[in-house]
């Protein structure tokens, strides 16, 4: 009888084993990332993006989950852990980190990114976590173009794992032009008449993922007597390899006598407009 007890009884703990298992369910995605990257500059660059992590789970599993995201080094990695986009059969070296100082890198085993993520009374949840994407300065000789990767990701959780994949996309060199100067604005006004309004149009090339600014050394002045002011369509934006086109607006308003003493007077003032990437 106590062989036959036993025998039973081991049978009923492998037939239950299953039944206390989570039944957790998740994925995990990432936008990557995109970056200009000029080879002259001094400093790394650097790029925040995130992951998001969204899991569910039934009501009977515990309401918080510990996870571990692990990523590997892309499609065209080097020795020691480096990774590499491509662009034709030219290189250039970037890697993933935990932190904004490109100190950790983030990789798989040890250097996982992990945490918990907490349901409290849902059965689904979500959290979205932060890193970043470093690219070591002084990579000269680059043919310019843009550089791309794919890296994949995998999340291992409590009962399973699943894989993501995010992008990179890398263009150089970071450059900027005025390649399509703009004209003159030009104001026709009668003294104390209803206001006037002009504009030109201007267009802009810079490198794609570039962030650059515009602005100009002044808004407003006085000509003949005249107060006018001046606004641009924008005044920031993100290069997209080609042109991208703006508009400068300026208005005198209604009123104005001016000091024309003639029946018509013309008189002009020089503003200068100013791209920084």
Do not use: E, K
Request: aromatic share 10%; charged share 5%.
């Amino acid at each position: 009888m106590r062989t036959v007890l036993r025998l039973v009884l081991l049978a009923a703990a492998a037939f239950f084993a299953p039944l206390v298992q989570a039944a957790y369910s998740c994925t995990v995605s990432s936008p990557g990332f995109s970056a200009a990257y000029d080879p002259t500059s001094p400093s790394t660059n650097i790029t925040q993006t995130s992951f998001t992590i969204t899991c569910s789970r039934t009501l009977s599993d515990p309401n918080t989950m510990n996870w571990q995201n692990a990523a590997n080094n892309g499609q065209f990695p080097t020795g020691g852990n480096r990774n590499r986009a491509a662009f034709g059969a030219s290189r250039i070296g970037y890697d993933v980190y935990h932190d904004s100082g490109c100190g950790t890198q983030w990789r798989g085993g040890g250097s996982s990114i992990s945490g918990t993520l907490n349901f409290g009374g849902s059965t689904v949840a979500s959290m979205n976590v932060t890193y970043w994407a470093c690219i070591p300065a002084g990579q000269a000789g680059l043919p310019a173009g843009t550089y791309t990767d794919t890296v994949t990701m995998t999340l291992t959780y409590p009962g399973g794992n699943t894989t993501g994949q995010f992008g990179v996309a890398i263009a150089t060199p970071a450059q900027c032009s005025l390649s399509s100067a703009p004209g003159d604005v030009v104001f026709t006004y009668v003294s104390l008449g209803a206001a006037a309004n002009a504009s030109t149009s201007y267009g802009v090339t810079c490198t794609s993922f570039l962030p650059y600014t515009m602005a100009l050394d002044a808004t407003s002045g006085t000509v003949i007597g005249l107060n006018y002011t001046l606004a641009l369509s924008a005044m920031s934006a993100t290069g997209t390899g080609s042109q991208q086109s703006y508009s400068i607006s300026g208005n005198i308003a209604a009123g104005q006598a001016g000091t024309c003493a003639a029946a018509t007077c013309t008189a002009s003032q020089a503003r200068t407009l100013t791209v920084s990437y």
